[in-house]
């Protein structure tokens, strides 16, 4: 009862004494968008300012809701929170998430799916660690089935989403404005065929790169279960064809940067008020700055490649029949060392050569001050990166004991810890802090919005001279009002002295 009774009072279409929006184009709550253009149409052929005794003000609150009415997301928020919801969504463009019932149930989905996901990831190693001890005889394929409801979760979402803005956007309706559109429509009917060809494109690449990832899951699941006895590089091809994707993707983005060029503050002192190009300008790369780019761009990969090359080889040599011998397992995960140091450099590098830091007015900051925040934001990344390098380098290095210890020691659960602490963190956030979170906001909102329709209702229910609060404008009107009804009656008690006979006293002597 509680939930509906604030549902209600937050359901409040407008204040007292205003028209309804539907009321407004005589169309019910539950219409189409036919319905609303119908509605839009006749009231506004009713109600033009150009017909003789006509309403002007009613005129603008019919295209005014027509406008509301006909963005599906704003008639949303309207039928929620009434029209003060619209208001706050015009004036608070950063609350626009927690007023859209969209985006809140996309973030309860994201929220959910979340949790979902990071179950199974903590289910996964667990069971794992169970078989790698030798506590069961379970297959390789049934401990991978976390991964693999994982994965077709995560295509079943990438082939669902397509995208809501490919439907071309409404257009107004006024006669007057039919004329001339056929060109414009035509052009922008051919632009967004492109951008969603692209975005299909997009969808696709998504999709496959997905499918090759979850055919690299199933492939070891059966090597490691003997069903197939191939060599462990066609085992890791699909990992390889990943790789030929981000290659692909890397020289795009090198392109890229090689056309747009470093982007430098202008050196005439000009600012953003008075320079059209703005407060920042480009030059072409010389050549120390594009090997570096091409570095930075591609050190990734090139280790992920030789970490793949090092793992087939230790692999085929463990699994060959007699076992041929073996690298050195410090020696296999040689490229995962190395991405530590890369990665340092990377951090330096990118912040170093990005833009430099702006001053609130829009220019560049003084070197001084840019060099201080550039090193401040420096360390804050080396901060984050340093917590995720100690859990990570943890577990390779647990690992890398474990596989040159005859021995099962140390125990599998002991090496996965470091994931255990990362994924329960991560629990915790999508589990409960972040929805608590998001309803939270989400409630300020709705009870400053129940609090302004309340105010708005009270002041049409108020009569204006029994309002507490007044008005300065109404308390001058009033005084105004006093001092000529004073006037008014000082000249009649003088007109009316004026008409009575004069008496004066008899003075007898």
């Not at 390889?240 to 993707?249: D, N, P, R, T, Y």
């Not at 300020?444 to 105010?455: F, Y």
Request: net charge negative.
């Amino acid at each position: 009862m509680a939930s509906s009774s604030s549902a209600d009072s937050l359901n409040q279409p407008s204040a007292a004494g205003a028209m309804d929006y539907y009321t407004l184009l005589g169309v019910e709550r539950s219409c189409n968008q036919d319905e609303i253009k119908r509605g839009y149409r006749k009231m506004a052929l009713r109600y033009h300012p150009d017909k003789t005794g006509s309403d002007p003000e009613r005129f603008q609150r019919i295209v005014k809701a027509y406008e509301i009415l006909s963005d599906e997301k704003k008639r949303q928020i309207y039928d929620k929170y009434g029209e003060q919801g619209i208001h706050m969504l015009d004036q608070f463009g950063e609350m626009a998430p927690f007023l859209d019932p969209d985006m809140i149930i996309a973030i309860n989905g994201f929220f959910g799916l979340g949790t979902f996901v990071l179950v199974l990831l903590i289910i996964f190693p667990a069971l794992i660690s169970i078989r790698a001890d030798n506590r069961n005889t379970w297959s390789y394929t049934a401990l991978f089935t976390p991964l693999f409801f994982i994965d077709v979760a995560v295509i079943f979402c990438l082939n669902s989403f397509s995208g809501s803005d490919d439907e071309p956007e409404g257009t107004d309706d006024h006669e007057s404005d039919r004329e001339g559109r056929a060109g414009e429509e035509c052009r922008t009917r051919k632009a967004k065929t492109g951008v969603n060809r692209q975005k299909a494109l997009y969808r696709a690449f998504k999709v496959t790169y997905w499918l090759l990832f979850t055919l690299f899951h199933i492939l070891i699941a059966v090597r490691l279960d003997n069903y197939i006895t191939v060599s462990w590089a066609i085992i890791f091809a699909p990992w390889l064809v990943m790789e030929m994707f981000h290659f692909s993707i890397g020289v795009l983005q090198v392109r890229e940067k090689f056309i747009i060029g470093v982007l430098e503050p202008l050196s005439n002192g000009t600012t953003p008020e008075t320079d059209d190009e703005g407060a920042m300008t480009s030059r072409p790369l010389s050549i120390g700055e594009r090997i570096g780019e091409i570095l930075e761009c591609f050190w990734p990969w090139a280790l992920r490649i030789a970490q793949a090359v090092l793992l087939i080889i230790q692999f085929d040599s463990v699994s060959a029949t007699p076992p041929s011998p073996a690298m050195d397992w410090r020696t296999v995960f040689i490229p995962t060392y190395l991405c530590a140091f890369f990665m340092v450099g990377s951090i330096v590098y990118d912040t170093l050569t990005g833009p430099p830091p702006m001053m609130p007015n829009g220019t560049p900051a003084p070197t001084g001050a840019a060099s201080k925040q550039k090193a401040m934001a420096i360390a804050a990344k080396m901060v984050f990166f340093s917590v995720f390098a100690i859990l990570f380098y943890t577990f390779i290095g647990l690992l890398i004991q474990r596989l040159r210890n005859p021995d099962p020691y140390p125990s599998t659960p002991v090496i996965f810890i470091p994931f255990f602490i990362v994924l329960s963190f991560l629990f915790c956030c999508t589990c409960c802090c972040l929805p608590m979170i998001v309803r939270s906001m989400t409630s300020a909102v709705e009870e400053e919005i129940a609090q302004r329709n309340q105010s708005n209702a009270m002041g049409n229910i108020v009569p204006a001279d029994h309002r507490i609060a007044d008005t300065a404008a109404n308390s001058r009107a009033r005084n105004s009002d006093v001092t000529i009804n004073e006037g008014r009656q000082v000249r009649a008690s003088q007109a009316s002295s004026r008409n009575q006979p004069i008496t004066t006293p008899l003075i007898y002597v």
